[in-house]
């Protein structure tokens, strides 16, 4: 199964909906001068999702050789696939941190 059909089977079943892929966007996300994220992001249309009409989704090689799935909708302030990026890092963040307390 292609990395493509994977991510749109992880949006069915995280967001309970269809989806087409409709683009690749190369992402380089960069704080004080360092590069924390670079990949592509992949933009999907989405097919009766009640808010949103795109989702943005990529995979990546956990820690523990682990393949990691992210989705995220296109709902404000998310509205490019650098603002998914964006929002994904600080979830990762905010969950890091929140583990830690």
Do not use: C
Not at 22 to 51: C, I, M, N
């Amino acid at each position: 199964m292609s990395d493509i059909e994977q991510l749109k089977d992880v949006i069915r079943q995280v967001h309970g909906v269809d989806s087409q892929h409709v683009d690749s966007v190369p992402v380089r996300e960069e704080y004080q001068g360092q590069t924390v994220w670079e990949g592509v992001v992949e933009v999907f249309a989405l097919f009766g999702h009640p808010k949103a009409t795109q989702a943005y989704a990529w995979s990546h090689e956990t820690d523990d050789n682990k393949k990691r799935h992210i989705t995220v909708l296109a709902l404000h302030p998310v509205v490019s696939a650098a603002d998914a990026v964006r929002a994904a890092i600080l979830r990762d963040y905010k969950n890091a941190t929140a583990e830690e307390s």
